[in-house]
Each structure stands twice: as C-alpha cells, then as structure tokens.
C-alpha cells in the first residue's frame, strides 16, 4: 500500500510540473494522462532509487564543497533522464531542458513534501507492521 501512495503522490508532483514551459504532458484522454503520469512516477522512483545513491556517493566531495548545492544540479539531472526515457518508451511526456527540468525538480520536491504531509501516518504505518 506504501508503494501505491508513493507512486500515487509522485504521480500528482509530476502533474503539476506541467504547468511549467518546458514540461509537457501529451494525451488524447484523461486516462491517458492519468496512465502516463503513472508510468513516469514509476520511472522516476527507479531513477532515484538506483542512480541517486551512486551518484551521491560518488560525489560525495561535491556535496560538502558546495554545501549541498549540487543536488539541485543532480536532481534537474534525474529529472531530465527521467524525460529522455519517458520519450524512449513513446510516452508523452517530454522534458525540453536543463532549465525546466531544474524548475521540475524543485516543483516535485515541494509537491511531494506537502502531500506527504497531508497523507495519512497510517498508511506507512500499516505497510511497516
């Protein structure tokens, strides 16, 4: 259940990077929409599940010289990847650049942060007993 409200939250975040120039979500219907956003968050969560921990541990030094600033590059980057391979995949989701993508990433931060707040604690915590 955890897993379904995660990728359900990321799925909103992602909608509302949208409204952003830049960002595109194509569809003929709103199920197609609601389906690619699905697709994405879960392309999303795979990206930072796998390459964000490399890449931060790789990059360790970066982090600390720039006080933790460069995670806005990596995360504009993430996001970027996550266009390119919902375009590999003929999704109609596109991510137009660098800039947008940096305005993506921040955008699904906030999102996700306030609707992880307005979620129930007790779907966590029925997936954690």
Same mark, same amino acid.
């Given at each position: 259940?955890?897993? &379904?409200? *995660?990728?359900? =939250? @990321?799925?909103?975040?992602?909608?509302?990077? @949208?409204?952003?120039?830049?960002?595109?979500? #194509? #569809?003929?219907?709103? /199920?197609? *929409?609601? +389906?690619?956003? %699905?697709?994405?968050?879960?392309?999303?969560?795979? !990206?930072?599940? !796998? &390459? *964000?921990? =490399?890449?931060?541990?790789?990059?360790?030094?970066?982090?600390?010289?720039?006080? +933790?600033?460069? $995670?806005?590059?990596?995360?504009?980057? %993430?996001?970027?990847?996550?266009? /390119?391979? $919902?375009?590999?995949?003929?999704?109609?989701?596109?991510? @137009? #650049?660098? /800039?947008? $993508?940096?305005? #993506?990433? &921040?955008? =699904?931060?906030? =999102?996700?942060? !306030? %609707?992880?707040?307005?979620?129930?604690?007790?779907?966590?915590?029925?997936? *954690?007993?």
């Amino acid at each position: 259940m955890r897993i &379904i409200a *995660k990728i359900v =939250v @990321t799925a909103l975040a992602l909608w509302a990077t @949208t409204f952003l120039p830049g960002i595109t979500l #194509g #569809g003929s219907s709103i /199920w197609v *929409k609601v +389906g690619t956003l %699905l697709v994405v968050a879960i392309i999303f969560g795979v !990206i930072n599940a !796998i &390459i *964000k921990p =490399v890449i931060k541990t790789l990059g360790c030094a970066f982090y600390v010289l720039t006080l +933790g600033l460069i $995670a806005l590059v990596v995360n504009a980057l %993430l996001f970027l990847l996550t266009g /390119w391979l $919902a375009g590999l995949l003929h999704l109609p989701f596109t991510v @137009t #650049g660098f /800039w947008p $993508a940096l305005w #993506g990433a &921040i955008v =699904v931060a906030i =999102v996700s942060f !306030i %609707l992880h707040l307005i979620i129930p604690d007790s779907i966590d915590e029925g997936a *954690k007993s």
